[in-house]
């Protein structure tokens, strides 16, 4: 089955600065990647995601990008806030029901 | 709030104890879904229906879980004769439609601790 690894597993940054979480997949054939968001106590909220045909998405302050002959995918914040202080979780899947997912990495934003 | 509901979302429970947790999915979603989570990890897939129908298991869950939907609306996951190791956060998903892509929209969590 898919093997998903993240990395860091922790994160501290300066808020205004940028975050990089990386991911690696096993499956050659995964095409969607979804990245979501978990505060604590809270349900994981879904913040961007890229399917295999694209190379790169933004969207505002979050971008994704993904390397498939790598089998790997990055996630990028920039201008980061406190409110960006979570966990966050990278996954992958081949079909379109089964998420595999990272460990998580919990990022926190010093004000 | 109509996103996906759960409920208990705590229980403290003895082992040996049966317990049943209950996901109401987003309306008109066709697929939910069961995942679970322990402390510092990610979630993993346990089981998913699409309308009625229960289409795939994890080895995961093993014979003391049980999950259903009837009418393809609520679900219920029960877990029979509980064990320590069964302690995790049980969470509940929804989508609509099929194919690669479609949004899963998570539940807050159901806490289980076996003691």
């Known amino acids: 089955g898919e093997n998903v690894e993240q990395h860091p597993s922790t994160l501290s940054v300066q808020e205004g600065d940028s975050a990089v979480i990386k991911c690696t997949y096993s499956?050659?054939?995964?095409?969607?990647f979804p990245w979501y968001k978990q505060e604590l106590g809270k349900r994981p909220q879904l913040i961007i995601d890229?399917?295999?045909?694209?190379g790169e998405k933004k969207d505002q302050r979050i971008a994704v990008t993904l390397n498939k002959t790598a089998k790997h995918f990055s996630l990028h914040i920039t201008e980061t806030q406190p409110e960006d202080s979570a966990v966050y979780f990278c996954?992958?899947?081949?079909?379109?029901?089964?998420?595999?997912f990272g460990a998580g990495t919990t990022v926190t934003v010093r004000a | 709030d109509t996103g996906v509901s759960q409920n208990p979302r705590h229980k403290i429970t003895k082992r040996g104890q049966n317990v049943t947790f209950r996901c109401d999915p987003i309306s008109e979603h066709n697929r939910l879904y069961w995942y679970r989570q322990t402390l510092g990890q990610g979630p993993e897939f346990l089981t998913y229906f699409q309308n009625e129908a229960q289409l795939e298991k994890s080895r995961l869950l093993s014979d003391r879980f049980s999950a259903e939907r009837p009418k393809g609306s609520f679900s219920t996951l029960e877990i029979q004769r509980t064990e320590q190791g069964d302690s995790a956060m049980y969470l509940c998903a929804s989508s609509w439609g099929t194919g690669v892509g479609n949004t899963i929209y998570f539940g807050e969590g159901s806490w289980l601790t076996v003691v």
């Open positions: 996954a992958a899947t081949s079909n379109d029901y089964k998420l595999s």
């Open positions: 499956d050659s054939a995964s095409n969607y």
């Open positions: 890229i399917r295999s045909n694209v």
